[in-house]
């Protein structure tokens, strides 16, 4: 069976490429089709041994580190890759990906991240009025609004939806009046593993420095308190938290697995101030037996158990968040508990579910051509 695998832009290692491995280790003769690719920043051997195919966007100027300028170009893209010939296309979607074309024989299924999130919820987040000047700010608004018609249309090429989560589930079915079925995101739970060592008294942040994060919500709560917070993650808000962050508040930038792995495990508490869609993080965390100190909306609800494996907070901010650290106790929690929750979620749990959905709608599909 010839099999497509269409990804969004391949230029950093997170959780969605984390879920990508396991699609490619499902089907390891297809062949990745992504309008962007860096193979100096992807250190997944199991990606890497893919073939992968890139879009015209791959040869445009300054593309690999301003990639999100092109966005206007990305529907007509992702529309150029020659899909016809393919019995079975794997949509991994959180931009334009689900909006290939494929042949009325083609069975197509999207693994949904979110709903264009530049688009639709986190639009204001992203491109905020007060951030432009003269001609953007009314370029930008008539550009979205065709963004948002191409998505629509396009979402209904997809013959199958799963959503990474019952929160992305309903964004699903408001902007694009679709089902879905739910699979949760893989962790890698044999890697995650608690240490032997006390915690230390930091907090903890790992994230990719970017508005819709709220990363500035735990850098006011912090600079309040002068507790130590350590940051693991780069992005284009980097220089401007660092600029409004005190002394206790500590950047390492980007970081091997070992080392992320060393601080999940002997951190006093993870943070998680920004509303996820689904959070791998905050498992890789709890894998690791250390509470999560979650805002209460999105995925969180459906990662971290109130009072269990961590603490929701609400509202939104960094008063909110000040209010709970004040009060929290790490020893209240219970290492066992908190890992044995993060098992329910393991990769073999993810690989087995993902391949019986697929060999299921696949049949569905083929019974009905």
């Not at 100096?40 to 300054?62: A, D, G, M, R, Y």
């Not at 508040?249 to 509303?275: N, T």
């Not at 993080?281 to 209460?296: D, K, N, W, Y």
């Amino acid at each position: 069976m010839k099999v497509a695998i269409v990804y969004d832009w391949l230029v950093w290692m997170g959780g969605g490429e984390r879920c990508l491995e396991v699609f490619c280790e499902l089907f390891p003769d297809a062949i990745i089709h992504t309008l962007l690719y860096s193979p100096e920043k992807i250190t997944s051997e199991i990606i890497k041994k893919t073939k992968i195919k890139t879009s015209f966007i791959q040869n445009l100027p300054f593309a690999k580190k301003y990639y999100r300028n092109y966005l206007p170009l990305f529907p007509t893209a992702i529309e150029q890759f020659d899909l016809r010939d393919y019995e079975l296309v794997l949509s991994f979607s959180h931009c334009v990906a689900k909006g290939v074309i494929t042949s009325p024989e083609t069975c197509h299924i999207s693994y949904c991240c979110t709903p264009m999130r530049y688009a639709w919820d986190f639009y204001h987040e992203y491109f905020n009025q007060a951030k432009y000047n003269g001609a953007s700010k009314y370029i930008i608004p008539f550009f979205i609004n065709y963004l948002r018609t191409w998505d629509v249309i396009s979402a209904h090429r997809v013959n199958y939806y799963i959503a990474i989560s019952n929160y992305v589930k309903k964004k699903i079915k408001k902007y694009y009046n679709c089902e879905s079925d739910v699979i949760y995101p893989p962790v890698n739970t044999s890697f995650y593993l608690p240490s032997d060592s006390k915690p230390d008294k930091y907090f903890l942040i790992v994230s990719r420095l970017v508005p819709q994060k709220k990363i500035d919500i735990a850098i006011k709560a912090f600079n309040t308190l002068g507790f130590p917070l350590i940051i693991i993650g780069t992005g284009p808000e980097e220089k401007y938290l660092k600029s409004i962050s005190k002394q206790n508040i500590q950047f390492l930038g980007w970081q091997p697995d070992e080392v992320v792995k060393k601080y999940y495990a002997e951190c006093r508490a993870f943070l998680l101030p920004g509303e996820e869609e689904f959070g791998i993080t905050p498992l890789e965390v709890q894998s690791c037996g250390r509470p999560v100190i979650a805002f209460a909306k999105g995925g969180a609800k459906e990662t971290v158990i109130n009072n269990q494996t961590g603490i929701l907070f609400y509202p939104q901010t960094p008063s909110a968040l000040k209010d709970v650290i004040l009060n929290f106790d790490d020893s209240k929690f219970d290492p066992k508990t908190i890992r044995n929750h993060s098992l329910k979620f393991s990769k073999d749990n993810f690989k087995t579910n993902l391949k019986n959905y697929i060999d299921t709608k696949l049949n569905d599909f083929k019974s009905n051509i």
